[in-house]
C-alpha cells in the first residue's frame, strides 16, 4: 500500500510565494518518475512539472521560470516551489508517483489534492 500526501496549499496574494510538499509512504522500493498535477474549477488536469529520480525535471510553459520541482529520494518526498503566483495558478494541486513495490511492475499513484487559492 503506497499513500501519497499533499501539503502546502492555501490562500495566497497575487506575487506571493508557497511551497507544496508531497509525501510518499509505504512498502516502496523505488520511485520512478514524481509529477505535480493541477485541475481549476471546470477544467481539465494538467501537468505542472515532472521529475525523475536523477533530478530532470520538466515544466509546463505556464509555470517555467516561476515554479521550481525538487526531490528528496532519501525521503521519498517532492516539493514545488512556487513564485510570482497569479490568480489563474488557482486550483487543486495534485501530486503522482511512479512507484516501484519491488515485485511487480510499477504502479502510478496519486495524492488526494491540496488548494491552492492566488487572490487579493
Known amino acids: 500500500q503506497v499513500q501519497l500526501v499533499e501539503s502546502g496549499g492555501g490562500l495566497v496574494q497575487p506575487g506571493g510565494s508557497l511551497r507544496l510538499s508531497c509525501a510518499a509512504s509505504?512498502?516502496?522500493?523505488?520511485?520512478?518518475?514524481m509529477g505535480w498535477y493541477r485541475q481549476a474549477p471546470g477544467k481539465q488536469r494538467r501537468l505542472v512539472a515532472h521529475?525523475?529520480?536523477?533530478?530532470?525535471?520538466n515544466y509546463a510553459d505556464s509555470v517555467k521560470g516561476r515554479f521550481t520541482i525538487s526531490r528528496d529520494n532519501a525521503n521519498n518526498t517532492m516539493y514545488l516551489q512556487m513564485n510570482s503566483l497569479v490568480p489563474e495558478d488557482t486550483a487543486v494541486y495534485y501530486c503522482?508517483?511512479?512507484?516501484?513495490?519491488?515485485?511487480?511492475?510499477?504502479?502510478?499513484?496519486w495524492g488526494q489534492g491540496t488548494q491552492v487559492t492566488v487572490s487579493s
Open positions: 503522482n508517483a511512479v512507484v516501484s513495490l519491488g515485485t511487480a511492475g510499477p504502479v502510478l499513484h
Open positions: 509505504g512498502t516502496i522500493f523505488s520511485i520512478y518518475v
Open positions: 521529475i525523475t529520480s536523477g533530478g530532470s525535471a
